[in-house]
Nanobody, 115 residues
Framework: QVQLVESGGGLVQPGESLRISCVASGSMPSSYATKWYRRPPGKEREFVALITIGGNTHYAPSTEGRFTISRDAGKRTVYLQMYNLKFEDTATYYC?????????WGQGTQVTVSA
C-alpha cells in the first residue's frame, strides 16, 4: 500500500514562487506516474502536471512554462515548483500516484495566492 504526504503549501502574493512536495512511502509499483492535481475553491479537481518513473513530464496548458515537476527517486519525493503564481492558482493541491494496481492520493496542501 502506498501512502502520500504533501507539504509546502502556504500564502503567497501574485508573482511569487512556491515549491510543494509529495513524499511516498510503502510498497511502490514497478511502473507508475506521479501527478499533481488541484481543486480551486468551488470548482472541480483539475490536472496540473505529471512525471513518469522514467522522468517524462506533462503539464496542463494553464501551468506549462510556470510550473516545473521533478522527482528525487532516492527520497521518494516529487516536487512541484511554481513560479509567477496567479490568483487563479489558489487551490488545494493533491498528489496522486497511479500505477499497476495502485491509485493513491495524499491529503492535499493548500496554496493561496492573495495580495
Amino acid at each position: 500500500q502506498v501512502q502520500l504526504v504533501e507539504s509546502g503549501g502556504g500564502l503567497v502574493q501574485p508573482g511569487e514562487s512556491l515549491r510543494i512536495s509529495c513524499v511516498a512511502s510503502g510498497s511502490m509499483p514497478s511502473s507508475y506516474a506521479t501527478k499533481w492535481y488541484r481543486r480551486p475553491p468551488g470548482k472541480e479537481r483539475e490536472f496540473v502536471a505529471l512525471i513518469t518513473i522514467g522522468g517524462n513530464t506533462h503539464y496542463a496548458p494553464s501551468t506549462e512554462g510556470r510550473f516545473t515537476i521533478s522527482r528525487d527517486a532516492g527520497k521518494r519525493t516529487v516536487y512541484l515548483q511554481m513560479y509567477n503564481l496567479k490568483f487563479e492558482d489558489t487551490a488545494t493541491y493533491y498528489c496522486n500516484l497511479n500505477g499497476v494496481g495502485v491509485d493513491a492520493w495524499g491529503q492535499g496542501t493548500q496554496v493561496t495566492v492573495s495580495a
